[in-house]
């Protein structure tokens, strides 16, 4: 089965058909293997250019990015705002041309604004594959596609099996939240139903055209749900009170050891990271066999090299052209 | 020219031409071939069959099977793909990777027998090669192939042979075999 992914850009999850969506997870379980060989290394990507391009503060995405390309054996050139030309003032195309004359094959690029990412793939400044590590408040697709493996791998693990029906609550600060949003998409792509869990002033306006449900009450929630998802309540993009105060969130937002024993026994705990212990999660839910937070971070370096390699690893035309006719060649 | 690579998962087709190995010939090959291991292995001690995807896989469980049946051991089977380490990677959309299993053992040390189902232009097994240079250190690496087609573009050659079959490069042959298409067949058109 030959499904050649249409794009040369991830830019979004809405972008990602059911079939892309299910190419990416199976190529990615394949790499996940590669974790426990001696060697961490394939070909693929040999002499491709993939650079880092990330104007707001990560670690685990940038670090996610880069051990999947070099994993893949590209040449990966990291660039961060802090200390180079961006924080001087440059702006986004003169730093898109600056990649390009480097021969940048692919960009990797967070970016505090919403938006960013679909600028630099549709403006005509490059002819890089752009992939969105996180833009502003918006999107972060190859988030929703490293929790879609793993609860794929707790809740479907026989070939053959999907999320369809599966039920998952993402709970927290879903306004500011590019992951809530991701998921949202890739989730009901894949056939799961999404209940977004938070406080009246958290949910986004427009919330209703999301394809999920909304919930102020996270006690309803938790027994019927087979995935729940923490999200950190992100202060740094908070110009107003959204809440009376941290300890009154936590009460009714927060997933602590007696909320945790109303979920079924087969439901697992996420969070996208980072996270703030006795704030939306205490330790001992983060801590507990229901947890798979460390485990997100592994997946993600085999999502990102199934991303990286089905949008780099074959011929470029083809990803975005002529994908339908070399399908049907043999 | 280099002949172009089979798309290996998809089925082969019913219609094909000429029957060349029906289901008794491709058993039949298969016996001798898995009685030719042992004979050159002198037993079946430290062998690991290594099948390429798709079919390469079933064949080499198929060996696995005959082997236990005349000397009652078990020989640890995995399966090796070979995608990204192919030489046309680029040149064509990047394909869906199948799946790589190396048994608990390893291969470090054994002698591991490649098993595929047809010997053509020989880049596959180059790739095969490749890949598992990144996975470990086999004392010995051995090939066995259900149809040898010629018109090899590299140096290889197999060890192991379940019928030579002169061909044109105009023509193509399909291997079916019936866990992956119903029926065991291998057909010349």
């Known amino acids: 089965m030959t499904v050649p992914m249409k794009s040369r850009h991830l830019l979004s999850a809405a972008d990602l058909t059911r079939d892309d969506a299910e190419l990416i997870l199976a190529t990615a379980a394949e790499l996940r293997s590669l974790a426990d060989r001696p060697i961490k290394k394939l070909p693929a990507l040999r002499g491709r250019t993939i650079v880092n391009l990330f104007f707001e503060d990560s670690t685990r995405t940038?670090?996610?990015?880069?051990?999947?390309?070099?994993?893949?054996?590209?040449?990966?050139?990291?660039?961060?705002?802090?200390?180079?030309?961006?924080?001087?003032?440059?702006?986004?195309?003169?730093?898109?041309?600056?990649?390009?004359?480097?021969?940048?094959?692919?960009?990797?690029?967070?970016?505090?604004?919403?938006?960013?990412?679909?600028?630099?793939?549709?403006?005509?400044?490059?002819?890089?594959?752009?992939?969105?590590?996180?833009?502003?408040?918006?999107?972060?697709?190859?988030?929703?596609?490293?929790?879609?493996?793993?609860?794929?791998?707790?809740?479907?693990?026989?070939?053959?099996?999907?999320?369809?029906?599966?039920?998952?609550?993402?709970?927290?600060?879903?306004?500011?939240?590019?992951?809530?949003?991701?998921?949202?998409?890739?989730?009901?792509?894949?056939?799961?139903?999404?209940?977004?869990?938070?406080?009246?002033?958290?949910?986004?306006?427009?919330?209703?055209?999301?394809?999920?449900?909304?919930s102020y009450d996270l006690d309803s929630v938790l027994p019927k749900t087979d995935v729940v998802m923490m999200l950190r309540v992100q202060r740094e993009r908070m110009n107003a009170s959204y809440f009376p105060s941290v300890r009154e969130y936590s009460r009714r937002y927060g997933l602590d050891a007696r909320r945790m024993a109303t979920l079924q026994d087969h439901a697992i705990v996420m969070h996208?990271?980072?996270?703030?212990?006795?704030?939306?999660?205490?330790?001992?839910?983060?801590?507990?066999q229901r947890s798979v937070i460390v485990e997100q971070v592994t997946n993600g370096v085999a999502v990102r090299m199934a991303v990286l390699y089905l949008l780099l690893g074959g011929s470029e035309s083809a990803v975005a052209t002529n994908a339908q006719d070399e399908s049907e060649q043999q | 020219m280099s002949p172009t690579h089979p798309e290996i998962d998809s089925p082969a087709p019913a219609d094909a031409g000429r029957t060349v190995l029906d289901a008794r010939d491709v058993s039949r090959a298969l016996t001798r071939i898995s009685h030719e291991i042992l004979e050159r292995?002198?037993?079946?001690?430290?062998?690991?069959?290594?099948?390429?995807?798709?079919?390469?896989?079933?064949?080499?469980?198929?060996?696995?099977?005959?082997?236990?049946?005349?000397?009652?051991?078990?020989?640890?089977?995995?399966?090796?793909?070979?995608?990204?380490?192919?030489?046309?990677?680029?040149?064509?959309?990047?394909?869906?990777?199948?799946?790589?299993?190396?048994?608990?053992?390893?291969?470090?040390?054994?002698?591991?027998?490649?098993?595929?189902?047809?010997?053509?232009?020989?880049?596959?097994?180059?790739?095969?090669?490749?890949?598992?240079?990144d996975i470990g250190r086999p004392r010995a690496v051995r090939l066995a192939v259900l149809v040898d087609r010629g018109h090899r573009d590299l140096p290889i050659r197999a060890d192991f042979v379940g019928k030579n079959l002169p061909t044109s490069t105009a023509e193509s042959v399909a291997v079916r075999l019936t866990e992956h298409d119903g029926e065991d067949s291998v057909t010349i058109r």
């Open chain 1, 62 to 214: 940038r670090i996610s990015f880069e051990a999947a390309a070099k994993r893949l054996s590209a040449d990966v050139i990291n660039f961060s705002a802090k200390g180079s030309s961006l924080s001087k003032g440059e702006s986004l195309k003169d730093t898109a041309l600056t990649l390009e004359a480097m021969g940048a094959d692919a960009v990797v690029v967070r970016h505090w604004a919403s938006g960013a990412p679909h600028n630099l793939a549709n403006a005509g400044w490059s002819r890089s594959s752009v992939i969105n590590a996180g833009d502003g408040t918006h999107e972060h697709p190859t988030q929703a596609l490293l929790d879609a493996f793993t609860m794929t791998r707790h809740l479907a693990p026989e070939k053959g099996q999907s999320l369809d029906g599966r039920r998952v609550a993402i709970v927290g600060d879903v306004l500011h939240s590019r992951v809530a949003r991701s998921n949202a998409l890739l989730l009901h792509t894949l056939g799961a139903e999404v209940t977004l869990v938070a406080p009246p002033t958290l949910l986004p306006y427009g919330v209703e055209t999301w394809n999920a449900q909304t």
């Open chain 1, 272 to 288: 996208p990271g980072p996270m703030i212990r006795g704030m939306e999660i205490t330790a001992d839910v983060a801590d507990s």
């Open chain 2, 41 to 133: 292995n002198r037993g079946s001690r430290d062998l690991v069959l290594l099948g390429i995807p798709t079919r390469g896989v079933h064949l080499a469980h198929r060996i696995a099977a005959k082997i236990s049946e005349v000397e009652g051991i078990e020989v640890p089977v995995g399966s090796l793909d070979v995608t990204m380490y192919r030489d046309d990677l680029r040149m064509r959309p990047a394909r869906a990777l199948l799946p790589t299993e190396i048994p608990p053992g390893g291969i470090d040390d054994k002698t591991v027998v490649l098993v595929d189902d047809v010997l053509y232009s020989g880049r596959t097994i180059r790739a095969a090669l490749d890949a598992m240079n």
